[in-house]
């Protein structure tokens, strides 16, 4: 315990990956005030949210048995941070003080306003709400209606994938490759697996119209009863209207040590952080990393010592192909894929054994026992050629 009489106020923003893990793991300190705050009451797993959608799983888990003892949660949005006077804003009209603010907004979806109907028409599964009125949707929709997925990226090969093995009549519209950040035979692999399952296929094509009914592919109209958008994430923009700088997406800006470069009082972690100008892949495997540091980074500044810098190596990713059958893509330390990769059941069970591992290994384990979580290190940071890799080992 420090000699100050009052706690260190520290208030995180945004209960997900990285949120929820920094408020757990900042209790390694028993002189530190933790508030989170959260727009909804109930944790939101959403490399679970494909599955909501299509009626084959839950994805909310209570609060109550993900945080710690000490931590107290706020059901609201926060929408300005006021750093002259040290406060958080909410939608309430409420404000709360801080020594610290974590700020872990994550992302949501990015519906781009160029194309004409997608936001008036075009469903998807960023979050939670998007991902309920989506799944009302299907429960009123016929099975052999035709379904449009946009993009080709993990999140719209899972939707189409979950969506197929139901029997519905899917097309997956890809602005690029299909899988662009896999190998090209993981690639390959979904691209059997999808013909296979009936989905038709659509690389190198924009969607440059969505109708109630249909959709423009290429100056070509195709039928959809139902489309769903799952091509990019965009950010909140809390940190821009609470005038600190951003990138173009509007991820803050931050040095190595995810502090902010307007504020020391201000850290960064998750899908909504930039350290230097280079964010690593927005997900949930670098989210519980990035949220562990950025809790290190407060409590260093709390003892008066040196944070440490960003050290995170990646290893793959996992995709999910419907219930019964996956892939797990094995990667090197600056994420590019190696031609590695375990498809069918095994990798169905890894993506799900990954999915327990993020709750129960990561923020269950860091309520119990604060500051347990250990990540792999060593990487690269995003930009940076492999030689450049720095090792450095946690305070």
């Not at 965009?234 to 800006?253: C, F, K, M, Y």
Request: charged content about 25%; hydrophobic content about 40%; glycine content about 10%.
């Amino acid at each position: 315990m420090s000699e100050r009489n009052t706690p260190h106020k520290v208030v995180v923003i945004g209960g997900g990956y990285a949120g929820t893990l920094a408020a757990n793991r900042l209790r390694m300190r028993d002189d530190v005030d933790i508030t989170l705050v959260n727009p909804r009451p109930e944790f939101v797993e959403r490399i679970r949210l494909h599955q909501f959608a299509a009626g084959t799983g839950d994805a909310t888990i209570d609060y109550g048995t993900l945080l710690g003892e000490g931590v107290h949660l706020v059901v609201d949005s926060a929408t300005r941070i006021d750093t002259a006077a040290r406060r958080v804003r909410l939608e309430s009209g409420r404000t709360l003080d801080y020594d610290y603010v974590v700020y872990a907004v994550g992302s949501t979806r990015a519906v781009p306003s160029s194309v004409p109907g997608a936001a008036e028409f075009g469903f998807d599964i960023a979050e939670f709400e998007y991902a309920r009125r989506l799944r009302a949707r299907l429960e009123e929709l016929p099975l052999d209606a035709p379904v449009t997925v946009v993009g080709g990226g993990l999140t719209g090969v899972e939707t189409a994938a979950e969506l197929a093995e139901q029997g519905r009549t899917v097309t997956l519209v890809c602005g690029r490759a299909l899988a662009p950040s896999f190998s090209a035979s993981a690639r390959r692999y979904i691209a059997t697996w999808l013909s296979r399952h009936g989905v038709a296929v659509v690389e190198a094509a924009a969607v440059s119209e969505v109708r109630p009914d249909a959709v423009v592919v290429g100056g070509a109209v195709r039928p959809s009863a139902l489309t769903v958008w799952t091509a990019g994430f965009g950010v909140p923009e809390l940190a821009a209207a609470s005038g600190l700088r951003t990138d173009a997406l509007g991820r803050l800006l931050t040095d190595e040590t995810l502090t902010s470069v307007d504020d020391d009082r201000v850290v960064a972690a998750g899908d909504a952080a930039a350290p230097s100008g280079r964010p690593l892949r927005m997900s949930g495997y670098a989210a519980g990393p990035l949220g562990a540091r950025a809790a290190d980074t407060v409590l260093s500044r709390i003892a008066g010592t040196e944070p440490a810098v960003i050290d995170l190596a990646f290893t793959g990713a996992c995709v999910s192909l419907g219930r019964r059958a996956g892939i797990r893509q094995l990667a090197r330390k600056d994420d590019t894929a190696v031609n590695v990769y375990i498809g069918g059941r095994i990798g169905a069970m890894i993506k799900e054994v990954t999915c327990r591992y993020v709750v129960e290994k990561r923020i269950r384990r860091e309520a119990r026992e604060p500051g347990s979580m250990g990540w792999p290190r060593g990487g690269p940071r995003p930009g940076q050629p492999a030689s450049a890799a720095r090792v450095v080992t946690s305070p």
